[in-house]
Every structure is written in C-alpha cells, then in structure tokens.
C-alpha cells in the first residue's frame, strides 16, 4: 500500500501498467468520472468505452458491460470499476451483478482497478462498501487462479473523512500468489518521486489516528451512517416533491440511486433554464450533488425542475 490521493493513486497505476503490462486497452465506463479518460489519455493504451447506465431506464446496462467485456476485450486489458456510489449515476451493481462480472474477468484475464472514492456512502457502512473488492480479490487469488494479472484499489479519503484538499488516500496492490509485490512497490515509489515526492502528512496522519483508535474509528463510522441516511433523506424528500406537483411523472430513480449524486434525467437545455433562472446548478449531464439539499431548500429545487421540465416560466 501506498499512502496518495485518490487521483494520483489513479495515475500511477495508469503509467505502471502501461510500460510494465503493456495492456492492449483500457476499459472505461460511460459515464464515468472524468479523469478516468484524462489520465488515461496520457499512456499509450486505446481507451473503449464499455456501457454503463441507460438513460431511458434510468438503470444499469449490464447486458451491454457485459457484452462488451466478452467481445472487445484480451487477457491483460485493464477494466476500470466504482467499488460503490458510482460516479456520476448514483447507480451500483447488485453483488449478483459483481459476481457476473468477476467471471468475465476471471474467464478473460482482465487487469481490475477499484477506483473507491466514496465507501461508506453508498450503505453508511464502510464494511459493506467494501464487499466488491473483496470478493473480487478472493476469486481472483485463488489456488485455480494462478494466471490472474491480479487488481489494484485507488482509494480516497476526501469524501468519507471530510478532508477536502488534504490529497488524502492509498494505493493498494494484489498480485498473484507467485510473485512477490516488492518490485512494484519500488517501482511505484519512483513514480511517486517523479510526480509529488511526498504527499502531504497531515491529512493522513488524521486519518491514521482515527482508523487507529477504537473510539475514533466507532465515532467516524456514526458519522459516516448519519452523512448516509441524511443523503437518503434528502432524496426521498425530493422524490415526494417533484411526484407531488407532477403526479403523472415517475421520479422514482432519485430514490433508488445512491451516494452524493444522481443523474436526474434533465438535458441540457433544462439545466442551462435552472442555473440561469432559479440559480440551481448541475452538470450538463444532469448530475446533480444531492448533499445540496437540505429542509430549506428542497421544495424550491423540486418546484423549479418542474418548472423546466414542463416549459413553464415562473416558480409558483
């Protein structure tokens, strides 16, 4: 393990692989967090979109993953995955859905990164956020495995300890049982020296304390369930509100997603109307931050998407 931010963490995996496994390609969901493409975009290797969500069902496009994997992609390609509250859909895979993808991995002998920025925000327990990555490191390292390139976890601390600008996380490394990780530990500190030469300390000293101390740690994990259930709070509040004014419409994706955000389902030209009539502000995607919300102001959001969305020009 290596002690780097989380977007740094993806960069470093990003060069490693690409001069020491050469990868033929990258798969990259769509959509995804954005730097995924930038930092990939600076190596060599061909980046394929795979499908992730669809828009019309406003759901997982497990199917067309899937199929993509099974079609397009060779042993030592690298796929990329949210280990939980998927950016920027607020969509996650079931652990049946995991396990179909694990073996696709397995079968094809796929390269796993975990990009793992928000765990503990998807279930409010971190332990939970965690199964994905966990499951996929015990079928990947097993005995009847041993040709598995292994997987690696970039992990943030930004969102679930607070530490906004701190360039808080780690870098985690499995490697198959018959290689040792000494070689890429060096290797990757070099890297390291190039980039930053060191991190900064004092966030994750912060974040060594609190993991460390048995109170702390129970603290931080109280806080992380109420940050959760205020964020499933605020989405069901907004459900209710826009199904209140708007009865015949169906809202139901913005309860059922999960995590910090959720892709609405409003194009651009309802959220240009929102941020230059109401002062809302979204993505273009439609992605909107749903830790925005709050008991103040979550009626006038409501009010105002539907006023966008039906062409209406003035909040009632």
């Known amino acids: 393990m290596q002690t780097v931010s989380g977007t740094g963490a993806n960069h470093i995996i990003a060069v490693f692989l690409a001069r020491h496994m050469r990868p033929a390609r990258v798969f990259i969901p769509s959509p995804t967090w954005v730097n995924h493409h930038s930092i990939w975009a600076q190596t060599n290797v ?14 997982l496009e497990l199917d067309g993953m899937l199929s993509t994997l ?21 969509v996650d895979l079931s652990r049946a859905q995991w396990a179909q993808v694990a073996d696709v991995v397995k079968r094809k002998k ?3 990164i975990f990009d793992s920025a928000y765990q503990g925000f998807a279930t ?14 015990e079928q990947l390292m097993l005995d009847h495995e041993p040709n598995s390139p292994g997987l690696c976890v970039a992990q943030s ?3 679930n300890f607070g530490l906004y600008g701190e ?3 780690a870098l985690h490394l499995v490697v198959p049982q018959h290689l040792s990780p000494q070689g890429a530990l060096s290797e990757w500190k070099l890297l390291a020296r190039a980039e930053y030469s060191n991190p900064p300390c004092f966030g994750a000293r912060i974040v060594e304390s609190i993991l460390t101390d048995n109170v702390l740690r129970a603290q931080w994990q109280r806080d992380l369930l109420t940050m959760n259930l205020r964020i499933k709070a605020m989405r069901s509040a907004l459900r209710s509100n826009l199904e209140e004014h708007d009865p015949p419409s169906d809202w139901s994706h913005i309860d ?12 651009v030209a309802m959220v240009t109307r929102l941020r230059t009539e109401f002062h809302i502000y979204l993505l273009p995607s439609g992605r909107a931050s749903i830790c925005g919300l709050n008991e103040g102001n979550v009626r ?17």
């Open 46 to 59: 061909s980046r394929v979109e795979y499908p992730y969500f669809t828009p019309k069902t406003m759901s």
């Open 70 to 90: 099974d079609d397009q992609a060779e042993p030592n390609d690298v796929l990329i995955l949210q280990a939980c509250a998927h950016n920027p859909t607020g």
């Open 110 to 112: 796929l390269f796993v």
């Open 124 to 137: 409010g327990d971190p332990e939970n956020d965690a199964w994905a990555i966990r499951y996929f490191t």
């Open 157 to 159: 601390f930004s969102k």
């Open 167 to 169: 360039r808080v996380g």
């Open 256 to 267: 059922s997603q999960i995590g910090m955000f959720s892709y609405t389902g409003l194009d």
């Open 300 to 316: 006038y959001v409501a009010d105002a998407i539907i006023q966008v969305t039906h062409q209406v020009t003035n909040v009632g």
